[in-house]
């Protein structure tokens, strides 16, 4: 049977398990691709660092410039995180004139449109379906399998850290510290987490499936976001009280030719499909106007799942299916976007609202005066009973109809100038 000579260029936990499947599975690359995929160099910056994964003699290198070099291998799989030397890695390989399967959503999100026409102007593909949503393979299906479709919506649970500390909390009532460390003792979360807690990770992904599903050229680091780092167990509790769980939503809205995209956390309806991801999995939901709601779910992270989507996206670049597909679909080009991104204000959605008050007979008057000034309209309250001291602070719930995220902003600034108002206006959106 024929070879298709390959490289991997970065060796921790995702390229040992891109390793072992092309080394003890080649029965099943060879079946799909119809010709063995053989490891010819894997370049490491540390040669003599202990590897969970035993390759054949001569292979492990720290030469970029052996791989580059050699003209016998053609597919190279590009498993090094960050933006540099990342970047720089990637174009010296498409510059030797070979194809890249990348798992690296940092550098793509931050340098795709030049990546991705450089590539075009040498003749050579970058496959990266590994990079967003781990072994869910969800941008083959948006950019292949769904393009008969205008995709009107996406709404995903992109990472899984901050999907498994809140299920955690929520479900156990750990507190978030204990539910953070225990991510990290299961390889769920990294020693610094500041990116999954944040929002960036998520922002980074959306700006891939955004580019994709819309055509939109946002810049992830233009992506409203807010992570899970101050989501409060009183707001978990609440949430399930009304029917809702709480999830960090990447979310974009298409309608017309204006997108809204954002990261935050949500309120999602109880037994919908999205409120049930639980512990570290992804999901993505996605609308278009012929196919209607598809989902899909899994392992968004982890060096199986990652390596899976690695060597499928290895097979279809050897045997020519990327580049068919990326000359044809020009993904990430810098022609001009044909959607427009909307102020983050303009989100029209439900909102929850809860703050601390302390008693005062004008309360719920005073608060209603606000909102219904700022076009509000209140949909549920809830409100615990006083007690008898004047000074307790208690949580006021609000659940509003649709409005616009301006409108609650506006709103919360007032609200909190009143003297019986003793915290900031927790705010959340809620997913329709």
């Known amino acids: 049977m024929d070879k298709t000579f390959v490289g991997l260029v970065g060796m921790g936990n995702v390229g040992a398990g891109v390793a072992r499947l092309l080394l003890d599975h080649g029965d099943r690359t060879a079946r799909h691709a119809g010709r063995i995929l053989w490891i010819r160099h894997v370049v490491v910056r540390d040669?003599?660092?202990?590897?969970?994964?035993?390759?054949?003699?001569?292979?492990?290198?720290?030469?970029?410039?052996?791989?580059?070099?050699?003209?016998?291998?053609?597919?190279?799989?590009?498993?090094?995180?960050?933006?540099?030397?990342?970047?720089?890695?990637?174009?010296?390989?498409?510059?030797?004139?070979?194809?890249?399967?990348?798992?690296?959503?940092?550098?793509?999100?931050?340098?795709?449109?030049?990546?991705?026409?450089?590539?075009?102007?040498l003749g050579r593909s970058i496959a990266f379906e590994a990079s967003v949503a781990g072994g869910i393979p969800i941008i083959a299906n948006i950019s292949q399998c769904l393009n008969a479709n205008r995709v009107e919506s996406l709404r995903g649970i992109l990472n899984g850290t901050s999907n498994y500390i809140i299920t955690r909390m929520s479900e156990e009532g750990t507190p978030f510290s204990d539910a953070l460390a225990a991510a990290q003792r299961l390889g769920f979360a990294e020693a610094d987490p500041?990116?999954?807690?944040?929002?960036?990770?998520?922002?980074?992904?959306?700006?891939?499936?955004?580019?994709?599903?819309?055509?939109?050229?946002?810049?992830?680091?233009?992506?409203?976001?807010?992570?899970?780092?101050?989501?409060?167990?009183?707001?978990?509790?609440?949430?399930?009280?009304?029917?809702?769980?709480?999830?960090?939503?990447?979310?974009?809205?298409?309608?017309?030719?204006?997108?809204?995209?954002?990261?935050a956390p949500m309120l999602v309806r109880a037994g919908t499909p999205l409120a049930e991801v639980r512990e570290n999995y992804n999901a993505i939901s996605v609308v278009g106007d012929f196919v209607g709601p598809v989902f899909f779910h899994g392992q968004g992270a982890g060096p199986a799942p990652t390596a899976s989507a690695v060597v499928a996206d290895m097979i279809d670049t050897a045997v020519g299916r990327t580049r068919i597909t990326f000359q044809t679909l020009r993904l990430w080009s810098e022609i001009e976007s044909p959607v427009v991104i909307e102020s983050a204000g303009r989100l029209a959605a439900k909102f929850y609202l809860r703050f601390n008050v302390v008693e005062h007979p004008t309360v719920l008057a005073d608060v209603a005066g606000v909102l219904n000034r700022h076009g509000i309209s209140i949909a549920t309250v809830y409100q615990q009973d006083l007690e008898e001291d004047p000074e307790a602070e208690l949580p006021l719930v609000l659940m509003t109809h649709r409005t616009t995220l301006a409108a609650v902003e506006s709103a919360a600034e007032e609200i909190t100038r009143f003297e019986f108002v003793r915290s900031a206006v927790e705010r959340l959106q809620i997913l329709d």
């Open 47 to 121: 040669v003599l660092k202990p590897r969970p994964v035993e390759l054949p003699s001569g292979v492990l290198t720290d030469d970029l410039d052996r791989l580059l070099n050699d003209s016998s291998v053609s597919v190279v799989a590009h498993l090094v995180g960050g933006i540099e030397p990342a970047r720089t890695i990637m174009l010296r390989l498409l510059e030797s004139g070979k194809d890249v399967v990348t798992a690296n959503k940092a550098l793509l999100a931050e340098h795709g449109p030049e990546l991705f026409d450089r590539a075009r102007e």
């Open 194 to 263: 500041a990116m999954d807690l944040d929002g960036t990770d998520a922002a980074q992904k959306l700006a891939i499936l955004g580019h994709l599903a819309f055509g939109s050229a946002v810049h992830w680091n233009q992506i409203p976001r807010r992570g899970i780092d101050d989501v409060s167990a009183l707001d978990l509790s609440f949430a399930a009280q009304f029917g809702y769980r709480v999830k960090l939503v990447a979310y974009g809205q298409l309608e017309g030719r204006s997108l809204q995209v954002r990261v």
